[in-house]
């Protein structure tokens, strides 16, 4: 793949994923605003970025960001915490989806122990996006090449998006309905 191509897919997966934090943030609005979120659907954007950020996104990521580094060492410190951040996002989007579990399974789980931890995840995860493209996705436009992008697709090969995609996997019919919703108003807004 072209670095382009490849640097212009990577900057849409995060345009989708900011998309899906946008919406979750709101529904803690409305949480913390005492009324009826969509529970279920808070766990559904939480389950596709664990099981395609998590999985998919952020490996390749790291692999990207190793060929990277071969190139220009002196990115070090910023790749690094990048890095450490994809462990952090994975560790905290399991607790948030537990505890989301457990308010669908009505188990006594306190307002401010969910409020502290989705605050976190969406703090820590607009910021990884944000750096990553303020800081990340130019240098890469610059350094990649296209037996880079070979490397890896091999290392991590890729797999149907399950929410955005052409097939819409089962368990997200509703939430890409409600996205897709979402995205129209705004387009109709702007
Ligand atoms: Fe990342
Ligand atoms: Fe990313």
Same mark, same amino acid.
Do not use: C
């Given at each position: 793949? *072209?670095?382009?191509?490849?640097?212009?897919?990577? @900057?849409d997966? @995060?345009a989708?994923f900011?998309?899906l934090?946008?919406?979750l943030?709101?529904?803690?609005m409305v949480?913390h605003?005492?009324?009826h979120?969509?529970?279920?659907?808070m766990?559904?954007?939480? @389950?596709?970025?664990?099981?395609?950020?998590?999985?998919y996104?952020?490996?390749?990521?790291d692999?990207?960001?190793e060929l990277?580094?071969q190139?220009?060492?002196?990115?070090?410190?910023?790749?690094?915490?990048?890095?450490?951040e994809?462990?952090?996002?994975?560790?905290?989007?399991?607790?948030?989806?537990k505890y989301l579990?457990d308010?669908?399974?009505?188990?006594?789980?306190?307002?401010?122990?969910?409020?502290?931890?989705?605050a976190?995840?969406?703090?820590?995860?607009?910021?990884?996006?944000?750096?990553?493209?303020?800081?990340?996705?130019?240098q890469?436009?610059?350094?990649?090449?296209?037996a880079?992008?070979?490397?890896?697709?091999?290392a991590i090969?890729?797999?149907?998006?399950p929410?955005?995609g *052409?097939?819409v996997?089962?368990?997200?019919r509703?939430? @890409?309905?409600?996205?897709?919703l979402?995205?129209?108003?705004?387009?109709?807004?702007?």
């Amino acid at each position: 793949m *072209k670095t382009a191509d490849a640097v212009r897919l990577w @900057h849409d997966e @995060h345009a989708r994923f900011a998309r899906l934090l946008d919406f979750l943030d709101t529904q803690m609005m409305v949480f913390h605003e005492g009324g009826h979120p969509n529970y279920e659907l808070m766990r559904d954007v939480v @389950h596709y970025l664990q099981h395609y950020a998590d999985r998919y996104h952020h490996p390749r990521e790291d692999v990207a960001f190793e060929l990277m580094l071969q190139r220009e060492p002196a990115l070090a410190p910023q790749i690094k915490r990048l890095m450490h951040e994809h462990r952090v996002i994975n560790t905290v989007s399991a607790k948030l989806y537990k505890y989301l579990e457990d308010i669908l399974e009505d188990a006594f789980i306190a307002r401010e122990t969910v409020e502290a931890v989705a605050a976190t995840y969406l703090v820590y995860y607009r910021s990884h996006i944000a750096s990553e493209e303020s800081d990340i996705l130019p240098q890469a436009a610059q350094l990649m090449t296209e037996a880079d992008w070979a490397l890896v697709a091999a290392a991590i090969p890729s797999t149907p998006d399950p929410l955005f995609g *052409k097939e819409v996997g089962a368990r997200y019919r509703e939430l @890409h309905k409600q996205v897709a919703l979402e995205m129209r108003a705004g387009a109709e807004n702007a």
